[in-house]
T-cell receptor, first 109, second 115 residues
Framework: GEDVEQSLFLSVREGDSSVINCTYT??????LYWYKQEPGAGLQLLTY?????DMKQDQRLTVLLNKKDKHLSLRIADTQTGDSAIYFC?????????FGAGTTVTVRA | NAGVTQTPKFQVLKTGQSMTLQCAQD?????MSWYRQDPGMGLRLIHY???????DQGEVPNGYNVSRSTTEDFPLRLLSAAPSQTSVYFC??????????????FGAGTRLSVL
């Protein structure tokens, strides 16, 4: 969606950290989301963050939110081959989400 | 727990044909949505519903109709298919209630080609 922008590709070495960035425009969104899509599959919710939070950590995943700059990032620690997928940033309410175009993450050995 | 089920998984249509993409959820979610996914464009909202009998248009509604006669089902109809409707279609559901509030659950998608 035009309201959410993210880079299209990221290549990372196995074991390194991945950082996927996203910018959004709607400051009224209550939640911001990260979804993962593996080839031929639907979207799987990875994590989400309330708009009044700055950071959320969940095992290997760290989400950082900069409300002033409307910038969201997803860090994946110790990236594995199973992390190769398309990652979508999304904002909105519970039945109307605006998605970015998706970042294709390729993990190389 | 089946979650969100979409049928068919694949479909090929000729221009001008009509068809219905089925979506069903068994989580008693009040909200349901249809998105289409095109390369380099992410997902775009086609139609959504906030409850049985209530539907509204999303970002790209032209060429599609929906209805919501029950909480469980939210079919998407293509009245006269066009090549521009070649896409992957995803159905999603969510709820305002409980611990899963504001999380959209997606089906596996329907891959549609219009020749």
């Amino acid at each position: 969606g035009e309201d959410v922008e993210q880079s299209l590709f990221l290549s990372v070495r196995e074991g390194d950290s991945s950082v996927i960035n996203c910018t959004y425009t709607d400051s009224s969104s209550t939640y911001l989301y990260w979804y993962k899509q593996e080839p031929g599959a639907g979207l799987q919710l990875l994590t989400y963050i309330f708009s009044n939070m700055d950071m959320k950590q969940d095992q290997r995943l760290t989400v950082l939110l900069n409300k002033k700059d409307k910038h969201l990032s997803l860090r994946i620690a110790d990236t594995q081959t199973g992390d190769s997928a398309i990652y979508f940033c999304a904002e909105g309410n519970d039945y109307k989400l605006s998605f970015g175009a998706g970042t294709t993450v390729t993990v190389r050995a | 727990n089946a979650g969100v089920t979409q049928t068919p998984k694949f479909q090929v249509l000729k221009t001008g044909q009509s068809m219905t993409l089925q979506c069903a959820q068994d989580m008693n979610h009040e909200y349901m949505s249809w998105y289409r996914q095109d390369p380099g464009m992410g997902l775009r909202l086609i139609h959504y519903s906030v409850g049985a009998g209530i539907t509204d248009q999303g970002e790209v509604p032209n060429g599609y109709n929906v209805s919501r006669s029950t909480t469980e089902d939210f079919p998407l109809r293509l009245l006269s298919a066009a090549p521009s409707q070649t896409s992957v279609y995803f159905c999603a559901s969510s709820t305002e209630q409980g611990g899963q509030k504001n999380i959209q659950y997606f089906g596996a998608g329907t891959r549609l080609s219009v020749l």
